[in-house]
């Protein structure tokens, strides 16, 4: 009889609950349910409607009972970077705001009052991001402090969904590390800076490895579900949970993790904090088995999922892909600018992005799709560049994994520039990923390795050579 495991991946437009067993020793997956996501404007805040997002969750459990397929243990992964502060009664406090929320302009002067970017970056490795959590909290501690005064516990997003499952209070590794407030030599947080910073240090709890298990679910949620099993830790950070799926046992490996951020980047055993890293915007976010995320966030699909919500709510993105691949318009924008992280109308931006550098200008859905993916293909290339330089490795092929797996026309792109054969798939990587953390707790894989090559063994890869 299978043993079966339950992944929730929510992501910042939807999320899906993935059963998946072992068969044949091959995984294999079923999506139960599927839920919309997505920020919401709330007193002036972006937020997340964190009560409807937990609600989604319970609901997608009934779904394992009604199948009658009890998983024996669930996981959940999210996006980094934002959280939660509950009081001395762990009730939440003020709302879950979004990283994609403007209020942390000028908190990063307001940090480096206190801690100089380059001290910071040679004790953490986390590339600067102004949404990151240091600089949220700095935006409490300047706008709201009575929030900060009140807080006993801080949660990751993830985290705090599983403490509503279990009514256990952890934190877990790969996330807390996106915080820009963990120290990776110890893999704990620096409690001197936090300190320093003015944040209540005892709120950050003892951080938890990957794949520990940390209880049942609440007898309320047992009653309410229709079964009990273990909440085990995934990588919480969705993209510590795609990195893991990523089909390659190479010494180095580089990979595209591609969904509404593209995360391009390979594995460290040692964090490289040094200057030249902190100059390129290079990242060390913690991965399973404390090896790191040596990356970079490049904008990603984000900026096509908004012009077609924009201006093609009609169409797939398959088809925007193939029409797109049909354009010879030659403009080029940078991807990375943050001038596209929020901005009122994607559609407008890259268009007047064009306009202000004496390029074409696109017009309608293809053309300003063409644009996009030649400029994500443009950046991942000298992004390759930097990495085979700071690493000093030369890298065979790229391994695209992820939704963007399926976007035909950008990994041929990717292939083009690079110079680089890409090998695309799995696309469920960040489910993948979080299954095959659980299946390790539960002793059905052995190691990462296990992982790994079960994985490459259960879902199609497709390639594409460079041209």
């Known amino acids: 009889m299978s043993k079966y495991y339950l992944a929730v991946d929510i992501g910042a437009s939807s999320g899906r609950h993935i059963l998946g067993h072992l068969e044949n020793g091959k995984m294999v997956l079923e999506e139960i349910y599927r839920f919309p996501n997505g920020m919401k404007p709330v007193n002036g805040e972006k937020i997340w409607d964190i009560g409807a997002l937990f609600g989604e969750v319970v609901n997608g459990m009934k779904k394992c009972r009604e199948l009658g397929k009890i998983p024996v243990s669930v996981g959940i992964d999210t996006w980094a970077v934002d959280f939660v502060l509950l009081d001395e009664n762990d009730k939440r406090l003020g709302n879950a705001v979004a990283y994609r929320d403007d209020r942390t302009k000028g908190m990063d002067a307001k940090v480096y009052e206190t801690v100089a970017e380059d001290e910071l970056y040679a004790t953490t490795g986390i590339q600067k991001q102004i949404f990151n959590s240091i600089y949220q909290l700095m935006a409490l501690k300047e706008k709201k402090p009575e929030l900060l005064t009140k807080a006993r516990t801080f949660l990751m997003i993830p985290d705090y969904l599983h403490f509503l499952l279990s009514g256990v209070k952890a934190q877990e590794y790969t996330n807390a590390t996106t915080t820009q407030l963990v120290n990776p030599k110890t893999g704990d947080w620096d409690r001197e800076r936090i300190e320093k910073l003015g944040y209540p240090v005892e709120m950050f709890l003892p951080i938890q490895e990957p ?242 090559s079960c994985i490459f063994q259960s879902f199609a890869i497709k390639q594409y050579p460079v041209v």
Not at 272 to 285: H, L, V
Not at 388 to 399: A, F, K, P, S, V
Not at 423 to 429: D, F
């Open 211 to 452: 794949g520990t298990a940390i209880g049942h679910l609440k007898e309320e949620i047992q009653k309410e579900v229709g079964f009990d099993c273990n909440v085990v830790l995934p990588a919480t950070h969705d993209t510590g949970s795609a990195v893991v799926a990523v089909p390659s046992n190479d010494k180095n490996v580089l990979y595209i993790s591609s969904g509404t951020w593209s995360l391009m980047g390979t594995e460290l055993l040692e964090a490289d904090c040094g200057k030249e890293a902190m100059q390129r915007n290079f990242t060390n976010e913690g991965g399973y088995n404390r090896r790191y995320r040596f990356l970079k966030n490049i904008m990603g699909l984000w900026m096509i999922q908004s012009v077609r919500k924009e201006i093609a709510a009609d169409q797939s993105f398959g088809e925007i892909c193939e029409s797109a691949s049909k354009c010879t318009i030659p403009s080029i924008v940078d991807a990375n600018d943050d001038r596209f992280l929020a901005p009122e109308n994607m559609t407008a931006e890259v268009q007047k992005a064009c306009e202000e550098t004496g390029q074409q200008v696109p017009q309608g859905i293809a053309e300003v799709a063409a644009v996009i993916y030649n400029s994500l293909a443009k950046c991942y290339a000298a992004t390759l560049q930097e990495l085979e330089e700071q690493t000093g490795c030369r890298y065979d092929n790229i391994h695209v994994v992820g939704g963007g797996a399926n976007a035909d026309y950008l990994n041929q792109l990717t292939a083009k520039y690079t110079g680089k054969t890409v090998l695309a798939g799995p696309t469920e990587a960040t489910a993948i990923g979080n299954l095959a953390v659980q299946m390790m707790a539960g002793e059905e894989l052995a190691d990462l390795q296990d992982a790994r």
